[in-house]
Every structure is written in C-alpha cells, then in structure tokens.
DNA sequence: CTTGACCTTCCCGTGACTGGAAGCCCTATC
DNA sequence: GATAGGGCTTCCAGTCACGGGAAGGTCAAG
C-alpha cells in the first residue's frame, strides 16, 4: 500500500501521513524505489490517529495514548487522566468562546449596518 | 510613556506592543536613545486592539477595524459584516468543541480509571 | 517514447506571539 | 567614579500541526 491508498483509507491527507513518519509516530518500510509500504499495522497506527486527533487530542497526547494502547501492563487510570485533562482544557475554551459569542452576538445585534458611520460595535471596542 | 508603562496600561506583554509595531499597527515615535515613547493616540489603538483581540478578531481583522473607526465616512454595514463572519467562525469552533467534548466526556465517564489494562477510551480510539 | 499520475525530498509560510541572548541606557548607591 | 539593577533595544529561534509548491525520480498505459 503506497501513500495515496492509505491517505483515502484513513482519511488523512499524504502530506499529514508524511508528517506523523517524519516525528515518529509511525515508520512506514521502504521499497527499492524509495516509496513508503504500509503494512496493516500502520495503517492502524494511523487510523487511530486519525481518530484521536479528530477529538482535539495534540501531537504529544496522541503519542502517549499509542504508547498506552501497545502497552498490555498499563493502567486505565492513565489513559483516563490524560482524557480528563484534554476534557478540562476543552470545556475551557468552550466558556471562552461562548463569553465571545456572547458579547459579539450582543454587539452585532445593536448595529444597525447599514449606511451610516455610527456603529457600537467600533464605540465599545474603542471605549476599552 | 516608555512600553514598560504601556504594557501595564494596556495589559497588553511588551513583547506584544513591539510586534504590532512591527506589523504596522501602531507607530509610536523613538526618543534621542531609541526608546519608543506612547502618546495618548498609541495607547487609544492599543486598547482598541486588546479589546478586539480578546474577542477573538484575529489580526488582520483588527487592522481593518480600526481603519473603519479612523474613517469617519464608513458605513457600519461593513463593520457588522467583520463581526459577523466572526460571529459564525466562532459558533462554528464552539460546535466542533462540543462534540469533541461530548464524546469525550461519553468517553471518561465508561473508563474505570484504575489500574487494570481495560480501557474503553482505547478501545474506541483504536477501532476508529 | 511520451504522457500523466504517482511518489520523493526540501524549504518556506501559517498566526500571533513567546523565550532568550547580547548589548545599550539610566539611575542609585557605595 | 565604579558598579549593580532594572529597563530598553534588536535579532533569532521556537511554538503547533501541518499546507503549498518546486524540482525531480518512478511507473503503467497507450
């Protein structure tokens, strides 16, 4: 399996693959031409990547977590902590982003858009 | 007003006043021994920009902001606009944010967090 | 034999800073 | 007058997770 199949297959585009070999996260063999093969094992290395990344979880977590999943003797606890704190950190910005939406939602709806100059959302961005 | 002041002032890092001199968003002038100095107009746009930037604006977007403020002659219907799209990239993050945060809380709460090797965070990763 | 679709590496750019090094400036103190 | 400190300067590198694009090798089909 070369590049391009496994790029449909997981989803990932090549050049992300290409990325995630590049810092270790899977080592594709090599034939005589220099192409990558990607064995059943990578590709499932990949698609559990594919699937972490999808929830928010960064690079260094996802790397972890495999180091978790190969490792028979690990403890959930583990697995669950790391969850937890990437739970933690995303409930976060939800609240960050929502006080923005708030606030902006609130803005946009007193402006009029129209034609003239006067505008609150430049009055209370100026105001501080 | 040496940036040391300004960065209290505002509340905005040093660091930061320095790179947004250095994309052109403010100009401050230089005394004889190369210090910026601040006057009343620098701090007014650099609070401008702290508040636009805390909700969420990115940068280019508070370059355009405060040239419509500068313009008397604009029409709020294009500040609406920015804010606007703004507005929807925002709720469009916060929905994604959510069902990461849905499944992930779906996720820990099935997780016994112990310290046996089950563990359906795993699981659910791995069989993508 | 050529075309076109693959594949390779390499390097730069993204956004909005942050950290750190090396060095100048100013004031206060001894 | 030397020195210590704090603040200021520039410049360079790093962040995170890729994406774009160039230059060139490879392979199957016609």
Redesign the pocket.
Same mark, same amino acid.
């Given at each position: 399996m /070369?590049? $391009?199949?496994i790029a449909q297959r997981t989803g990932l &585009? *090549?050049?992300?693959i %290409? =990325?995630y070999e590049e810092i270790g996260l899977v080592t594709p063999r090599r034939e *005589? /031409? $220099? =192409? %990558?093969v990607f064995d059943d094992k990578d590709i499932h290395r990949l698609t559990f990547l594919a699937r972490a %990344?999808a929830l928010g979880f &960064?690079?260094?977590d996802c790397r972890t977590l495999l180091a978790l999943y190969k490792d028979d003797t690990r403890a959930s606890a583990d697995v669950k902590r790391i969850a937890q704190d990437h739970l933690a950190q995303i409930e976060d910005k939800i609240l960050q982003l929502q006080s923005m939406r708030d606030t902006l939602t609130h803005l946009v709806h007193e402006c009029a858009g129209d034609n003239r100059p006067d505008c609150p959302i430049l009055k209370d961005l100026a105001k501080g």
């Open positions: /070369n590049i $391009g199949d &585009p *090549a050049k992300t %290409r =990325y *005589a /031409n $220099g =192409y %990558r %990344r &960064p690079i260094e």
